[in-house]
């Protein structure tokens, strides 16, 4: 999963419905770190010979353990299958791979987790290679030990499947990059890129060496001028200017840091003013930033890459970190093909966050992507519905009495009526509340279809961040702790193809802002709002938010106790 900096809400603590359910439940989840969780064991007060479906969750990153921290863990039989057995903030990754916060700092143990949740729980530390949708089963192996068979492979059935298994980091098949390159996605990552980083500065140390191989040695490059590459190429900046260069005075004017983009600019997905003060600043810091290259082959001692301008160019290297996007877990394709997903990316699901093509399997975080209805595939159900007196046109009146059903379930028109580029129909339909003549005006289907025409421009897809992931487990554990009452009292939009209600509202996500630490106590900040904050005033805000989005006040504790050991002592350079 690409990790960004971001600033999100807390969870909600879990809803105390209590409805009951017959059959089994497995939830999977989409999240860094693949896992699975299931939950079982009737209820005190649930009628007698009543049994709890099974809910079976993949994965403990932060989809998968937000989605267990908020469900009513009285009303499923939980399991949860996962090959780590803690969660992980992953934000902070890049901290940890220089010494600015411990690596046990920012996890957490998954059964501490599921302990104070209470209720009863099964965790397994393995992973899933193999779901059976068909039959409702997962193919699980564990490394930790082996069956009768000798192989450590075991069955899971469910009733509810959540996937949340996050994604693997994508190499777009460069050659070497597997081979040769380092990737930043858990904590096993951070801790070898440390060790590697202190490698090259004792190499470089050794005497034997001439200067253009300590200068081979302690050219740091990353590749990827996203959150992540950027992040991590200034903190390894201020780890070197702040704490290696006293340790190794000799070598220091020799370390090299670059930034390889294949883009024009870095941070694209950033106000313009974070992207060109980002720029600005790296270049001051001496971190060369290589906008326009794009990396073809990367060999043990040299990386090559291309840009248009300057054709092949070969850089010898001595540690590399691989930060270029996302890609999908292996077993995850397998079970696109089976459900006819080939053709994808990523797994699709609808607004409800429920796979497609597939009954009783949930899909969040990383792994999976909303397929967000299109207004235009709809057009003609929707002119149905909103067609009350069935007379063939419809009346502005008519289309207002739908309107904010047309909303939930199509965010799109919502938006772009908001961006006020409706003609026609569309501008009738807002001036015309109120308006008893303009209310009157009838308008043919073709018309209708003409003024909703580019409202799907609007559709985009989320990002892949820890902020959608966490969204995205807590909304899916409230529909299930009301999965119950829903079924009796529908709380969603009209049904446009069928009759009746939506059980819920569907999924939308709320961007609360996100940060992008750039060095030497300074950090730029986008907040809603178009409201943007460059300097050090928004690194206090990124170390405030940080803090108080841990998962427990452990955590919370060693993080503020890494920081405050780093400004009194500085970063350990211990290469363990």
């Not at 059959?23 to 770190?33: D, E, I, N, Q, T």
């Not at 969204?471 to 702790?481: E, I």
């Amino acid at each position: 999963m690409r990790w960004t900096a971001f600033a999100w809400e807390s969870a909600s603590r879990a809803f105390n419905n209590r409805p009951t359910f017959t059959g089994l439940v497995v939830v999977l989840a989409a999240s860094s770190g693949g896992g699975l969780v299931a939950y079982a064991d009737s209820q005190p007060d649930q009628p007698q010979g009543f049994k709890k479906k099974k809910v079976v969750v993949l994965g403990t990153g932060w989809a998968g353990t937000t989605f267990l921290r908020n469900l009513d863990s009285k009303l499923y039989d939980v399991q949860v299958i996962s090959p780590r057995n803690y969660f992980a903030f992953t934000p902070l990754l890049p901290s940890v791979t220089c010494g600015t916060v411990e690596p046990r700092s920012v996890v957490e143990p998954i059964r501490r987790i599921l302990e104070k949740k209470g209720g009863d729980f099964k965790f397994w530390e393995a992973e899933c290679f193999k779901i059976d949708p068909a039959n409702k089963k997962i193919h699980c192996r564990s490394n930790m030990g082996t069956n009768l068979d000798g192989n450590g492979e075991f069955l899971v059935d469910y009733d509810y499947l959540v996937v949340a298994v996050g994604a693997r980091s994508n190499t777009f098949n460069t050659p070497g990059v597997t081979e040769n390159c380092h990737f930043l996605k858990e904590v096993e990552d951070a801790q070898k890129i440390r060790r590697s980083v202190m490698d090259c500065f004792e190499k470089a140390s050794l005497p034997y060496l001439n200067e253009e191989e300590r200068k081979k040695n302690l050219h740091f490059v990353v590749v990827g001028g996203g959150p992540t590459g950027v992040e991590f190429a200034a903190e390894l900046h201020d780890f070197v200017t702040e704490d290696l260069s006293k340790l190794y005075p000799s070598i220091q004017h020799l370390v090299k840091i670059s930034l390889i983009e294949a883009a024009d600019h870095i941070l694209t997905m950033f106000d313009k003013r974070i992207t060109n003060f980002a720029e600005d600043k790296f270049g001051r810091d001496g971190i060369d930033v290589k906008t326009g290259y794009k990396v073809v082959k990367v060999s043990k001692d040299a990386i090559t890459m291309q840009n248009p301008a300057t054709g092949d160019i070969t850089v010898p290297y001595g540690m590399a970190v691989w930060s270029t996007g996302i890609g999908t877990r292996p077993f995850v394709v397998d079970f696109m093909k089976q459900i006819g997903q080939a053709n994808r990316r990523v797994l699709a699901t609808d607004e409800w966050l429920r796979v497609r093509e597939c009954d009783d399997v949930y899909a969040v975080g990383d792994c999976a992507t909303i397929n967000q209805r299109r207004v235009m595939e709809d057009i003609s159900e929707i002119f149905r519905v909103a067609d009350k007196d069935k007379s063939g046109t419809l009346t502005v009146k008519e289309i207002q009495d739908i309107l904010e059903d047309i909303y939930v379930r199509y965010p799109q028109v919502k938006l772009y009526m908001k961006s006020k580029q409706l003609n026609g129909i569309a501008d009738l339909i807002r001036t015309g509340k109120g308006d008893t003549e303009k209310e009157s005006v009838e308008l043919s289907i073709e018309e209708f279809k003409k003024a909703l025409s580019l409202v799907d421009s609007q559709v985009k897809n989320l990002p892949a961040t820890a902020q959608v992931a966490a969204q995205q487990g807590q909304y899916l554990a409230t529909c299930f702790n009301k999965m119950q009452t829903a079924e009796e009292n529908p709380e969603g939009p009209i049904r446009i193809r069928g009759e009746g209600r939506h059980r819920f509202n569907p999924f939308r996500y709320r961007h609360l802002g996100q940060f992008a630490p750039l060095g030497g106590e300074q950090t730029a900040a986008q907040l809603p709002g178009d409201w943007v904050s460059i300097g050090h005033s928004s690194q206090w805000l990124w170390y405030s938010v940080y803090a108080t989005k841990q998962i427990s006040w452990r955590t919370r504790a060693l993080v503020i106790s890494d920081w405050g050991r780093r400004f009194i002592f500085g970063r350990d350079s211990s290469g363990i």
